[in-house]
């Protein structure tokens, strides 16, 4: 019942803000990862460089989904962007439903730009299935292909670090985040500017993906602020109840 | 047409799969079947994924890139092993025998370059970013590792105690982040559900 109520508030809320936010866009706090990806992608552009994207292996049949989701909102705005690109993005994953849709997504992205005949499946790679084979296919891309910036976004775990070390060789931008709990301690040693928790649901709303995007996350704070109303409600009822039993 | 027609499909078997999680006297079944149907493609995805794997790196070899020797290896034990597990199956001894002394080491090497990583990364750190947070993050991630790590003369007095008393924060903060993540998970998915993102093509 709970669930069910939690879900229809957040769908109601969404409509609602998307349809507030299309009359006045939102402004929102200054995350200095989605600022440096921002003018990293411009950088790509102009100096011929590449992006390379890593979605991890989060399996869409799992909760993990939803961050390789999140990912790909994110690529679908970037592939637009670097369309006209003389080295296009390249995207890897380590889950093949997400790597054919690496490949969907920035065909759409193309498409969009009107650039489709630019698109090459081979840009959206599965570079292995296991963790790490994973990383051990994508490191090369990282090397060899020219990459300025490396954005790691997605359901990683520990092979993560072998992924920001590569980045770190080649002198390369970092922007990485991951619902991954080692994985995010890793990237926050590893990147300048590391981004935490749900920071990564951001990654579509400053990028510009649309205002389906920025109503996400006004609908994300209040339901963040109504689960802390609820803690601090449940602690002073415990008090109160403890406090019963005492006297 | 065939865009819009993908979309309604992918949104409605979206919405039934939901719907039979709250609802599972009426709709199990249907959406037994969709996941199983959704199960059968993810395994042929599998397979074009491999395909493409194998175009990947055959692309870099053909056009003479660097490392593309290791590309040509790597395709050819492929379809080596793929045709050792299709005739001999998987549970022969050479077959196993790949597993064991090849896939499995490899991956240990990696894992013990991992931990080479993840010290050096913990070292820069600080060359990296000298705030209070990431001397707290060390310094937390020291402690840690100092009460949980075999001693000579065993267990450090009261390293229990410590350990759920530091613990209490950090499992706080985990809870806190995962709180997060579910609420952007469970945005993501309703965008999707709304057809608002469309990773399947449909945009």
């Known amino acids: 019942m709970l669930a069910q109520g939690l879900l229809i508030l957040a769908a109601v809320l969404f409509l609602g803000f998307t349809f507030l936010r299309r009359r006045s866009p939102a402004s929102f706090r200054s995350i200095e990862a989605y600022e440096r990806l921002n003018r990293s992608v411009g950088l790509a552009v102009e100096d011929g460089t590449r992006l390379h994207i890593s979605l991890g292996r989060g399996n869409l049949f799992t909760a993990r989904g939803g961050s390789a989701l999140a990912g790909l909102a994110m690529l679908r705005r970037l592939a637009e962007r670097t369309s006209v690109s003389d080295r296009p993005p390249v995207v890897t994953s380590g889950d093949a439903s997400l790597a054919i849709l690496s490949q969907d997504t920035l065909q759409s992205g193309y498409r969009a730009a009107g650039a489709e005949e630019q698109y090459r499946f081979s840009t959206g790679r599965l570079t292995g299935l296991t963790p790490f084979s994973y990383a051990a296919g994508a490191i090369p891309t990282i090397h060899d292909e020219h990459v300025s910036t490396n954005i790691i976004l997605g359901d990683l775990g520990a ?45 579509g709303a400053y990028v510009g993906a649309g205002t389906a995007h920025e109503a996400s996350l006004n609908v994300q704070d209040i339901l963040r602020w109504l689960i802390i109303l609820g803690i601090i409600v449940g602690i002073v009822l415990k008090i109160v109840e403890t406090l019963g039993a005492l006297i | 047409m065939l865009r819009v027609f993908t979309a309604a499909l992918a949104i409605a078997a979206g919405i039934f799969v939901l719907l039979g999680y709250f609802y599972p006297e009426q709709l199990e079944s249907l959406r037994l079947i969709l996941v199983d149907w959704a199960i059968i ?24 890139q660097k490392g593309g020797m290791y590309g040509l290896l790597l395709v050819i034990s492929l379809f080596a092993t793929f045709a050792a597990g299709v005739i001999l199956g998987p549970e022969n001894l050479y077959m196993r025998l790949a597993v064991d002394a ?3 080491p490899v991956e240990a090497s990696l894992m013990a370059i991992l931990a080479v990583t993840l010290i050096y990364a913990s070292i820069r750190l600080l060359r990296r970013r000298v705030d209070v947070v990431s001397v707290l993050f060390l310094v937390v991630a020291l402690i840690f590792l100092f009460l949980v790590m075999p001693t000579p003369i065993g267990p450090i007095p009261g390293d229990r105690a410590m350990l759920d008393f530091l613990g209490m924060f950090s499992r706080g903060g985990a809870r806190g982040l995962l709180i997060g993540i579910a609420l952007g998970t469970l945005l993501t998915g309703l965008r999707v559900l709304f057809g608002v993102d469309r990773p399947y093509g449909g945009n």
């Open chain 1, 159 to 203: 092979e993560s670090a072998l992924l920001a070390e590569a980045s770190d060789r080649e002198n390369a931008n970092l922007i990485a985040a991951s619902d991954n709990l080692s994985a995010q301690s890793i990237f926050y040693a590893s990147s300048q500017e590391p981004l935490i928790g749900e920071e990564l649901f951001a990654a």
């Open chain 2, 41 to 64: 493609i993810a395994g042929i995805a599998i397979l074009v994924g491999i395909f493409n794997l194998a175009v990947v790196q055959m692309g870099k070899f053909s056009t003479r």
């Open chain 2, 102 to 104: 090849v896939i499995v």
